[in-house]
């Protein structure tokens, strides 16, 4: 038997056409990276001036950090000064009027605020932050006038009532007692403070 061989297949050859197609690719390709590479370099630029300028914020930052004042926190006034201060102000009084007048009377100035400015404590600096910058009010502790027990008395006997700088009322426990500042209570009688009782928190 004779054995049939196929004939070998012609290899394709790359025509003119075929040249133009490759061409056109390589065309396209090379088209396409230059539009990538780009396209890169513009976010690379863009990328590294971000980057410049946040550098720039961050030293500026630093810098005004370290010449920042520390800010001073507001001067503590007792509530007759903080009243006296507003009650200026509305009536339209400037700080240098206030410190110019050698007397209280031209500003109805309380004993208390007057006292407190030169006797107590040369407080005219303290003053004038307050007026210019802000305060806060001291928060002063009161206290009630416990007088001790008499005639095997179960409750407490508090001060309720003064007038004139003299006690005239008396009360049984808290409700009605009234609330005293050290101050107060040594102006109607400095012996009464040894009956002095701190107010707690929410009574």
């Not at 297949?9 to 390709?29: C, G, I, Q, W, Y």
């Not at 003053?127 to 179960?154: C, H, M, S």
């Not at 700088?165 to 403070?193: H, M, P």
Request: charged share 35%; proline share 4%; aromatic share 12%.
């Amino acid at each position: 038997m004779t054995k049939f061989e196929l004939p070998e297949k012609p290899k394709k050859t790359n025509t003119s056409e075929d040249f133009n197609n490759l061409r056109k690719a390589v065309d396209e390709l090379d088209k396409f990276d230059y539009a990538w590479k780009t396209h890169a370099n513009k976010a690379d630029r863009r990328i590294n001036a971000a980057n410049k300028y946040i550098e720039e914020l961050e030293r500026e930052n630093q810098r005004l950090i370290a010449n920042a004042k520390p800010q001073q926190a507001l001067p503590v006034v007792p509530e007759c000064v903080a009243e006296f201060i507003e009650d200026c102000k509305k009536e339209g009084e400037c700080l240098f009027g206030i410190f110019a007048d050698a007397t209280r009377v031209e500003h109805d100035m309380p004993d208390l605020v007057y006292f407190w400015l030169g006797d107590e404590g040369n407080n005219d600096e303290l003053f004038a932050r307050a007026w210019l910058d802000g305060y806060t009010v001291e928060k002063l502790q009161l206290f009630y006038i416990e007088l001790p027990n008499v005639y095997g008395l179960k409750n407490k006997i508090l001060v309720s009532k003064v007038e004139n700088g003299i006690i005239v009322e008396f009360s049984n426990g808290k409700n009605y007692a009234l609330k005293f500042t050290e101050q107060e209570i040594k102006s109607i009688d400095e012996r009464y403070w040894q009956f002095a009782v701190p107010v707690e928190d929410g009574e």
